[in-house]
């Protein structure tokens, strides 16, 4: 085994480097067809084994034709995602030694390295010390997504609640979103069978939740005899980096002792390594006020999907929900309670090696590098916002968000288009963009309004390809007003 993998795995550390060093030649977006993989591949695995040699060319052949490339400079869409070379090392020596890690004795340093580096997160965000593993009272986990975080905090809000109140039917409890949370809460809901309560946010607020929306909607389901008993608000809205008023949102809270306040901040949360953003995006109050936190550093922290970091004030709360232990799973640390075990903070047994890459990364970048990198993305968004301010062909639609920006085509020689007409032009925009193979950009609809979102978050983005973007965005809009107007 030992040479041949020796010599696959050399060649496959060469064409890893020779890929992410091509990547500024290649189209963003994969130009295949669905079912081309099918056509291309035996119907049946191989009876006999195959030369790796074999395999290891067919990856290249048929395989990388088939990827987005999320890490081209050129890819402005969803929100990020990473691929670093300390990451790919880290989940290689994760792989080599696989386990599944699930309570502290299955491999104490999967257990101990996760609390340590979930403490080292926190540090570099700013967090509390309460949320801190060391604290033994709150404490950092990483799970597979930020979908898995809300539901491990919604299960984990929903067990305090009918603890406190144990006559309260399931059916009485309310879960509380706005039209701007990503689909997770409603996902959330529908797999614990929950009611949800939707609450509008509008742009004169710039889609954030306030306090008032709160207040008004709690008094009336409490009046109806409804149960609240979590909120999920947002930090950096997917569809245009909104900032729920978090601070508000607390002070309506404090008269619900026992409604869970979980903020996802899965894009945004990361920004909080820069010092700057934190009073803006709302720390003072994650800090002060909210029962869990999340950040996704599989999407603009250095870290390959999966890492998604979910932080409570109070671990028991999730072990008191998630704690199911037959004989077969009890050891003597976990009975003792003198290590952490994982297993009752998440909703599977056994968990992926994931500490690893977070230790890799941390390390070789050190927090100055985390902060280049995020402070890099926002002043290249930034550039692309002024240009978009100073347009004849676009507008902003909401204010530019990090490394966001959110906007449409708005030409000035078309100035009597109304709002459908307006929104027909934009799509058709969006269309160009999305069949071209240059660049990768998506779309969202802000209460009525198309619009086109910018996402700057590869490693690799630079000056010149934004003024590129912007140039075959240009481009595609003279074409369209010229057919519009003739
Ligand atoms: N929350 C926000 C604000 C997002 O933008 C996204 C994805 O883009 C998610 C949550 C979903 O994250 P995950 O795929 O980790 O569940």
Redesign the pocket.
Known sequence: MYPRFRKAGYQAIDRICDYHGSLRGRPVSSQVEPGYLRKALPSSAPTEGEDFQLIADDYQKHIIPGLTHWQHPSFFA??PTSSTFEGILAELYASSTSNPGFNWSASPACTELEAVVMDWTAQILGLDKAFYNISEVGGGVIQ???????LVATVAARSRYIREHPHVAMEDLVLYITTQ????GKKAALVLGLKVHTLQVTAQDDFALRGDTLKVALEEDVKAGFHPFILIG?V???SSGAVDRLDEIADVAKHYPFLWLHV?????GVAFVCPEYREAYQLPAINNYVDSFCT?F??WGLIHV?G?CLWVRHRRHLSDALDVTPEFLRSKHGDAATAIDYRNWHLGLGRRFRSLKFWFALRTRGVNGFQKYITDCIRLNARFAQCIYESDLFSVVTKPSLAMTVFRMAPKSLPHLGASELNALNRAFYARLAARSDIAITQTDLNGVFCVRMVIGAEQTVEGDIEQALVLMKEEAVVLVRNWEG
């Open positions: 969803y929100f597979t997504s930020a979908s898995d975080s809300v949370t990503h689909s997770l947002t950096g809205t997917t996802d901040a899965a894009w945004a996704n599989h999407k999966d998604s």
